[in-house]
Every structure is written in structure tokens, then in C-alpha cells.
């Protein structure tokens, strides 16, 4: 990755952040997980990931609401800190999941499109929040500027077993109908909640607006499965 998308990470935090748009199968088992601010979701769906874009940090931290290719959580509270009576996080590192763009889902002048994260370790681990995102260039140069958090969005810790996922839809304007400027990026960066080191998805959605009229990226919080 270039110097110029790594300039564009941000720290990923699990409850709050930027950003918009799940499949079922076999459901693992109700998980609890230490962060009671929210009600914690088990993941639903297959094991492996459908293909799709997105991401932004949860929208319940107060501040700037864009959200970068690093993601954003919940600090409230956390999970293992001092005082908290709460056992340490079990939130889900870079390094165990994999990121994928579902199939677009058009819809009113909208293209939507899922952001999947799987769990590929053999541990049970949980997401909350936003992840980052960031459409790049081949070379790593940032295309756009960073998405938004969708208004509304209900921020959740998600427990994923292993094989499991959680997905964050990524929404936009029909480039061909808002005449926003486009690019077809190569690649888009997805962060997972509280993180810092990105996964690349390659990007097969085609032009995406990057200036003009109605050129925003929204993204939703994670939910659990791998579509809505």
C-alpha cells in the first residue's frame, strides 16, 4: 500500500464513527458480550462471505461524522477498563478477518452495496460500530473524500464465531443520475472497528461520485449475517 492511502488511516473505534446498506443460513449460537451498552447479536449466515463495498465509524461518538479507512467503536465504558467490573475485549483484530464487496443492490436513484467482515481465526471475537473505508487508486491514492455515517444507524456489538460475519452497507447516489463527478476506483480499503491496519478489496462496483452534486458515501453500523 502507498504512502498516500496509509496518510488516511484512522484509529477504528467499536460504538461510535462516519456512515450505509445481509444474507441468512445456519445461526451460531446467542453470544453476551461484555459491552452491555447495546444488546450483543450473534452473527447469522454462511461461514464464507458474499463479495461487497462500505464503511464508516459508529455514530455514537460524538464528533466528526466522515469516517476514513480506519473505523470507529464506542470508548463509553469500555470493556476491561479500570473500575468497568467488565472482562477484558474480545473484539476482532485485522489479522482475523477477511473483508469482501457484496452484489449491488439498486434502488431509487441508490447503489447499495455490502461491506462483509469474516471471521477467519479459530476464536470467537465481536465487532462493534463502523468500520473505515476509503476508495483508492491502484498506486494507494485516495479517490473522494471519506464516506459519512448513515443518520439512524442502530450501533451493536456483533459476536462472530468462527466462519461467521457482520456486514455495514455502503450507499451512494446513481452516479448517472446525479451527474457527481466519478472514478472507478482499484480498491477499497475496509478497516474493522477499533483497528489500524486496513484490508484491500478489490472494487468491481464501477464509478463511484467523487465531487459535485450528491457526491456523499454513506455507511451503516455493522450488523450481523453478510446482507440485509
Not at 461524522?65 to 476491561?80: E, F, H, I, Q
Not at 498506486?139 to 457482520?166: C, E, F, I, K
Not at 474493522?192 to 484491500?200: F, I, Q
Request: glycine share 14%; proline share 12%; net charge neutral.
Amino acid at each position: 500500500m502507498s504512502v498516500y492511502a496509509l496518510s488516511f488511516l484512522l484509529t477504528a473505534c467499536g460504538g461510535g464513527g462516519g456512515g450505509t446498506s445481509d444474507a441468512a443460513g445456519s445461526a451460531a449460537p446467542p453470544t453476551r458480550t461484555a459491552d452491555t451498552v447495546e444488546p450483543a447479536v450473534t452473527a447469522q449466515g454462511p461461514a464464507g462471505a458474499v463479495t461487497t463495498p462500505g464503511t464508516t465509524p459508529s455514530a455514537s461518538v460524538p464528533g466528526d461524522d466522515t469516517v476514513g479507512p480506519g473505523g470507529s467503536g464506542n470508548p463509553r465504558d469500555p470493556a476491561g477498563a479500570p473500575g468497568s467490573g467488565r472482562p477484558a475485549t474480545t473484539r476482532c483484530h485485522t489479522s482475523e478477518l477477511t473483508a469482501s464487496v457484496g452484489r449491488v443492490d439498486p434502488g431509487a436513484g441508490q447503489e447499495n452495496f455490502p461491506v462483509v467482515l469474516t471471521n477467519t481465526s479459530s476464536r470467537t471475537c465481536t465487532v462493534r460500530g463502523y468500520p473505515g473505508a476509503a476508495f483508492t487508486t491502484a498506486d494507494g491514492r485516495q479517490l473522494g473524500p471519506d464516506p459519512r455515517r448513515q443518520p439512524g444507524t442502530t450501533v451493536r456489538t456483533v459476536t462472530l464465531a468462527p466462519g461467521r460475519s457482520a456486514w455495514a452497507g455502503l450507499r451512494f447516489a446513481n452516479p448517472e443520475i446525479s451527474e457527481a463527478r466519478t472514478a472507478v476506483p482499484a480498491v477499497l480499503l475496509v478497516t474493522p472497528p477499533d483497528e489500524r491496519e486496513p484490508l484491500e478489496v478489490p472494487w468491481k462496483g464501477g464509478k463511484v461520485p467523487v465531487g459535485g452534486n450528491e457526491s456523499v458515501v454513506w455507511l451503516s453500523a455493522l450488523s450481523p449475517g453478510t446482507a440485509p
